[in-house]
């Protein structure tokens, strides 16, 4: 019998990407509806200004928590939206195709909350004074996890906290902190060293919700960055400050590595803004090419020119795959720790040679900072680093294979 084979319309992948109709229902499908008219009439028009200035938006922030993209993984109970990691790859991966500073934004609220409320779970009356106002976006709360001394050896931690009675006090400081310096920045889930180092000579390491107004807490100046420009990033500085007891989150001494373990999965947003971000230089490509002649045809006739096109789709499409296979594997029990790893190291080298490529099939408007493509170009960059380096995934990658640094 012969099977009847559809193809994809081109509508249908310029404007959602590589199909994937087994990993999504008809809720994703309305999410990611709303998200991409929200990215066309919200996130588009002053995308390439915010980041050419700097500049992150209150309004838009406060915009991204009326639309609910920071509480997707919080129960409804705090004002959440009780969805599932799809639902939030879906906003990083919508939120990307036009402006990957505001993914980030997104991404490390999303993330900061979801663990919040993992470590907190036994602390009902902590979740519902914290987490209702950061889901709307009224406060941000950060991550703190990476020191001056280096972020890929996450474990080496020299910001301690010592106990003082019922207090605890902290010195020290974090550095590249996201969303720590915004008109709405009023936690940071900070990790620190706590008790004697073990044999291996490190110490265990606790979490801690500490309040940026805190006496002692310095923000520092924002960062000036190639990319994710119009994201907040600063350091921090503790200088004694004193927390209550109830400032520890979680088991003491064992924050970090439950915060490793159930963070796992956010990698995978990461590689969601990257097949977003390759989708952003499609589009641009698309746009560039239909209104450019040389030689006497249209810029995309030539088939040096479609071949490229051609791999900045393929390009996305992989990331694509990636991602929702693990976050389709995590929303329905499966493990993940592969999955995660190898998505975010494939989709992060498949954006960077998508937007390369992007920049290069510009000409000289792919070098001029108000086309989408530099923009892109600009942002794929940091997309190997934060959540981990290349090498940080090869190491997991080689550990699940018996090899390497265990
Ligand atoms: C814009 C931005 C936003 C960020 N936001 C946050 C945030 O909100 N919270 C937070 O905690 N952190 C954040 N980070 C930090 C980010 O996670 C780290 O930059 C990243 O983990 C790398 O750490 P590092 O910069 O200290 O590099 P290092 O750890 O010093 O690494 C330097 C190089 O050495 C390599 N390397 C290190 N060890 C090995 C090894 N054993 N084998 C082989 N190669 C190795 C690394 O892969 C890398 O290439 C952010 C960073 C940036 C740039």
């Avoid at 929200?38 to 915010?50: L, S, T």
């Avoid at 200035?53 to 959440?80: H, N, R, S």
């Avoid at 996201?178 to 000579?201: D, Q, R």
């Avoid at 006739?301 to 995590?330: C, I, N, P």
Wanted: net charge negative; charged share 20%; with cysteine.
């Amino acid at each position: 019998m012969a099977l009847d084979v559809k193809t994809q319309s081109r509508n249908e992948f310029m404007s959602g990407g590589y199909a994937l109709p087994w990993a999504f229902s008809p809720e994703h499908d309305s999410w990611k509806t709303t998200l991409q008219e929200f990215g066309i009439n919200r996130i588009a028009p002053e995308a390439a200004q915010r980041t050419i200035e700097e500049k992150f938006d209150p309004d838009l922030a406060l915009a991204v928590g009326a639309l609910g993209a920071y509480g997707l993984l919080i129960p409804t109970e705090y004002g959440g939206q009780g969805a599932d990691l799809r639902s939030l790859c879906l906003a990083a991966e919508e939120t990307a195709v036009h402006d990957s500073s505001l993914a980030v934004t997104i991404h490390v609220q999303a993330i900061s909350l979801a663990l919040l409320a993992h470590l907190g779970k036994d602390r009902p009356e902590l979740l519902r004074e914290t987490l209702p106002k950061a889901v709307t976006g009224e406060t941000f709360i950060s991550f703190g996890l990476t020191e001056p001394t280096g972020g890929t050896d996450a474990g080496h931690i020299e910001t301690r906290a010592i106990k003082k009675g019922a207090d605890w006090v902290i010195n020290g400081s974090k550095q590249f902190i996201t969303n720590s310096g915004t008109p709405f920045s009023k936690y940071v889930i900070l990790f620190a060293a706590t008790g004697e180092a073990s044999g291996a000579g490190r110490s265990p390491i606790s979490a801690f919700l500490v309040p940026l107004d805190a006496k002692g807490v310095t923000v520092g100046p924002l960062y000036r960055k190639l990319g994710w420009r119009a994201s907040d990033t600063h350091p921090l500085f503790f200088d004694d400050v004193r927390v209550p007891g109830s400032a520890l989150l979680g088991e003491e001494g064992r924050g970090y590595g439950e915060a490793l373990r159930f963070l796992t999965w956010a990698r995978l947003p990461i590689a969601a803004m990257c097949s977003g971000l390759a989708r952003g230089c499609l589009i641009d490509i698309d746009r560039f090419v239909a209104d450019r002649t040389s030689f006497g045809k249209p810029l995309g006739d030539h088939q040096a020119v479609a071949f490229k096109t051609a791999e900045v789709a393929a390009l996305g499409s992989l990331a694509r795959v990636m991602t929702y296979d693990g976050a389709w594997k995590y929303d329905h029990g499966h493990p993940i720790q592969q999955e995660a790893a190898t998505a975010k190291l494939l989709a992060a080298e498949a954006a960077n040679k998508a937007a390369y490529i992007a920049t290069g099939l510009l000409g000289g408007y792919g070098f001029m900072e108000e086309s989408a493509a530099t923009r892109h170009y600009q942002d794929a960059r940091i997309l190997t680093i934060g959540e981990g380096t290349p090498e940080v995934q090869k190491m997991l990658i080689a550990r699940l294979l018996g090899m390497g640094q265990r």
